[in-house]
């Protein structure tokens, strides 16, 4: 059996970006390199201290709560191998969602994949083709450069969102509203769990 530092696991909303509202089971792995400093997770940075959990039974748990899909987020989940764990998810009938920052190698068959990218951290090129959306977060005016910089690299049929930063959302949402208003291909994604208060 393989195992995966685990932070948590549960059901809720997916609360950002193109699926925000569908309901999926989120799988948070611990460990990232990244330390963005608006990160809203930092526990999840250090594996040290979190359980080792058997990738069975993380599948197991996820197939029992009737979700249809699966979030595997973290910290920066592909610092692991998530080869098995896709393997096994799709095995019981989930679809395998990933929220990644690129900055690590791909591993695992994934059916939708996230990619928010951060200023500073490489991203591997495989993730702007494969990509099935583009999430960028907004604190300040710099940032909409670099969005459009990973735009320019992300496959047409990628679709594209810009996000507040929660933080300053009250500050840069007018901004970004504008933005998105005059450049067309980006859609505004609010983290609509933090707004409604869920998980």
């Not at 604190?139 to 969005?147: L, M, N, V």
């Not at 594209?160 to 980006?186: D, F, I, M, N, T």
């Amino acid at each position: 059996m393989e195992y995966l530092p685990l932070v948590e696991t549960f059901y809720s909303l997916q609360g950002e970006g193109a699926h925000a509202g569908r309901p999926a089971y989120f799988v948070r792995l611990a460990g990232c390199r990244n330390a963005c400093p608006f990160c809203d997770t930092p526990q999840s940075w250090h594996p040290a201290g979190f359980p080792l959990a058997g990738v069975e039974e993380i599948v197991r748990q996820a197939a029992a709560s009737g979700a249809v899909h699966c979030v595997v987020t973290g910290g920066e989940p592909t610092l692991h191998d998530l080869t098995s764990l896709c393997r096994e998810l799709a095995k019981a009938g989930l679809q395998c969602w990933l929220e990644t920052s690129g900055s690590e190698a791909l591993s695992g068959e994934w059916d939708w994949i996230c990619l928010s990218p951060k200023k500073g951290i490489a991203v591997h090129e495989e993730y702007y083709r494969l990509a099935s959306e583009l999430k960028v977060v907004i604190g300040q005016d710099s940032d909409f450069e670099f969005a459009e910089r990973q735009a320019a690299q992300v496959s047409p049929s990628c679709l594209c969102y810009l996000q507040p930063e929660w933080g300053v959302c009250k500050e840069v949402l007018p901004r970004l509203v504008a933005y998105v208003k005059s450049h067309p291909r980006w859609n505004l994604s609010l983290q609509l769990h933090k707004l409604i208060g869920v998980e």
